[in-house]
């Protein structure tokens, strides 16, 4: 059964960061691109960065270029996302995602920075 299980969100001033987890159970990890998407009230879900499964290659939102940084480490089949300088336009409930047949989708952190 595939679960993926984030941890790490908060509120936080404008500047400040914040690291989220995410592990991942139930699939092969190391067989798989994971990434890290955002919706904010009254928004579609965006893609914010992806990091393929083996050679670690990354891509990211133009919005979050030179802030964020996700990483994962397969050893302990978890993807981080590091979010620096952050702004309040980045408040949003963050999800884990992994296309494993199907999608699948962390239950959501909610990331809030003030003004």
């Known amino acids: 059964q595939v679960q993926l299980v984030e941890s790490g969100g908060g509120l936080v001033q404008s500047g400040g960061s914040l690291r989220l987890s995410c592990e991942a159970l139930?699939?092969?990890?190391?067989?798989?691109?994971m990434s890290w998407y955002r919706q904010a009230p009254g928004k579609e879900r965006e893609l914010v960065a992806t990091i393929t499964k083996t050679r670690g290659t990354t891509n990211y939102a133009d919005s979050v270029k030179g802030r964020f940084t996700i990483s994962r480490d397969n050893a302990k089949n978890t993807v981080y996302l590091q979010m620096n300088s952050l702004k309040p336009e980045d408040t949003a409930v963050y999800y884990c995602?992994?296309?494993?047949?199907?999608?699948?989708w962390g239950q959501g952190t909610q990331v809030t920075v003030s003004s």
């Open positions: 995602h992994a296309r494993v047949v199907r999608d699948y």
């Open positions: 139930g699939f092969t990890f190391t067989r798989y691109a």
